[in-house]
C-alpha cells in the first residue's frame, strides 16, 4: 500500500511540474509561459525547455520500474527524485515565502505554497526514504512482472495518441483564459492519468 501511493504521489507532482508543461510548451507554443524555478523555465519550446523531455523519461522510468516490481534501481530513483524536490520547495518557502507560489494563468489560480509546500513534499520524501530503507532491509525477491496488455491498456494507449492533436487545437483556438485552453488544461491532466492507468494496470506492484 505504502509503494502504491508513494507511486501514485510521484506521478502527481510530476504531472504538473514535467507532463503539463512539456505538452503545453510543445503543442501551444511561445504564447505558453511556464518555470520549474527562478530562472529555470521558458516559452513554448524555448529556454530551458530541452531539461522536460530529460524529466520526463526520468519520471516515466522511475513508474515504470515502480509498478513492474520495484526491481532496483527504482529504490534509487525514486529517492533522485523526492530528495531534491523536498530540498527545493523548503529553500523556495525559506528564501522567499512570498514569491512562492503555485500559479495557473489559464484557470486563475495563484496559491501561497511557503506553508503547505515544505510539509507535504518533506513528508513524502520521509515516506521515500521510510519505504526504502525497509524494503532493502527486508531482502526480498523482486521478479520482473510481465507485461500484461489488456483491452483497457490498449484503449488507454490509443486515446493518449490521440488527445496530442486535440490538445493542439484547443491550446491554438484561444487566449491563455478561454475556454478552449481550461479544455486543453483538462485534457492533458486527463491524457497523464490514462499514461499512469496503463502502467497501474499492466504492471502490478506486488
Same mark, same amino acid.
Given at each position: *500500500? ?21 505538452? %503545453? ?5 511561445? +504564447? ?9 523555465? #521558458? ?54 515565502? !512570498?514569491?512562492?507560489?503555485? !500559479? #495557473? !494563468? ?27 530503507? %525497509? ?20 484503449? %488507454? ?7 496530442? +492533436? ?5 491550446? %491554438?483556438?484561444?487566449? *491563455?483564459?478561454?475556454? +478552449? ?26
Amino acid at each position: *500500500m505504502t509503494l502504491r501511493v508513494l507511486l501514485w504521489l510521484t506521478a502527481l507532482f510530476s504531472g504538473v511540474l514535467v507532463w503539463l508543461p512539456l505538452v %503545453r510548451g510543445a503543442t501551444q507554443g511561445a +504564447p505558453y509561459h511556464w518555470a520549474l524555478a527562478d530562472g529555470i523555465g #521558458g516559452s513554448g519550446i524555448g529556454g530551458w525547455y530541452w531539461i522536460l523531455p530529460i524529466a520526463a523519461v526520468f519520471v516515466l522510468s522511475l513508474l515504470c520500474l515502480g509498478w513492474r516490481g520495484a526491481r532496483w534501481p527504482f529504490h534509487l530513483l525514486l529517492l533522485a527524485f523526492h530528495l531534491p524536490l523536498a530540498a527545493a520547495v523548503v529553500y523556495a518557502a525559506w528564501s522567499d515565502p !512570498e514569491g512562492f507560489r503555485l !500559479e #495557473g !494563468e489559464t484557470i486563475g489560480l495563484n496559491v501561497s505554497l511557503a506553508v503547505v509546500g515544505p510539509l507535504l513534499f518533506c513528508g513524502v520524501a520521509a515516506l521515500a526514504v521510510l519505504w526504502v530503507v %525497509r524494503d532493502l532491509r527486508a531482502k526480498r525477491p523482486r521478479p520482473p512482472v510481465p507485461w500484461v496488455w489488456t483491452r483497457a491498456a490498449k484503449l %488507454r494507449a490509443a486515446l493518449v495518441v490521440l488527445l496530442f +492533436p486535440l490538445e493542439v487545437i484547443l491550446f %491554438r483556438s484561444g487566449g *491563455m483564459q478561454s475556454a +478552449p485552453n481550461m479544455i486543453g488544461v483538462a485534457a492533458v491532466g486527463w491524457q497523464w492519468i490514462m499514461i499512469n492507468l496503463v502502467l497501474a494496470g499492466a504492471r502490478d506492484v506486488g
